[in-house]
């Protein structure tokens, strides 16, 4: 063999090992793409479902179905004036309901410490597109520059 013909088996083992260490690279990539899918997905069903919850124990407390809540609380009634005698009731209820999603964290001492009055301002605020829905974010304003690398 001459130089030349070494020099292209060479280029060529070296094009092969690439080619398969690239395809392995994108396979370990959509894997940990998937499992990011699969725990986002995971994350979303348990939201979803502590939202039920919450939203069924506001139903039960107050004695009012879901629908009514939601449009007296777009026109921009609070749930304090929706519950009016139950209004305590209430945040007794909400207050238990987030101590127990509390008590699954880390975070537990430190969160109930400000949890009654965090919850009676909730149900006290005015407006909302309806129970637990923040609303459309703010508009973000420009960034900082970033810092020259040193």
């Known amino acids: 063999m001459n130089m030349s013909s070494k020099k292209r088996m060479a280029a060529v083992a070296l ?9 392995i690279g994108v396979a370990s990539a959509d894997d940990k793409g998937a499992a990011k ?18 939203e069924a124990l506001v139903v039960a407390t107050i004695g009012v179905d879901a629908a009514t809540i939601k449009t007296r609380r777009a026109a921009g009634e609070s749930l304090a004036t929706i519950a009016g005698a139950k209004t305590g009731a209430l945040i007794a209820a909400l207050v238990a309901f987030k101590t127990k999603n509390i008590d699954a964290r880390a975070q537990a001492t430190e969160k109930k410490t400000n949890l009654t009055a965090h919850v009676t301002e909730k149900v006290n605020a005015v407006g909302g597109k309806g129970m637990g829905h923040k609303g459309p974010k703010p508009a973000k304003g420009p960034k900082a520059p970033k810092a020259p690398r040193p």
């Open 37 to 54: 899918s699969a725990a986002h997905a995971a994350n979303k069903a348990a939201h979803d479902a502590n939202h039920a919850a919450k």
């Open 15 to 23: 094009t092969v090992a690439a080619l398969s260490l690239g395809s």
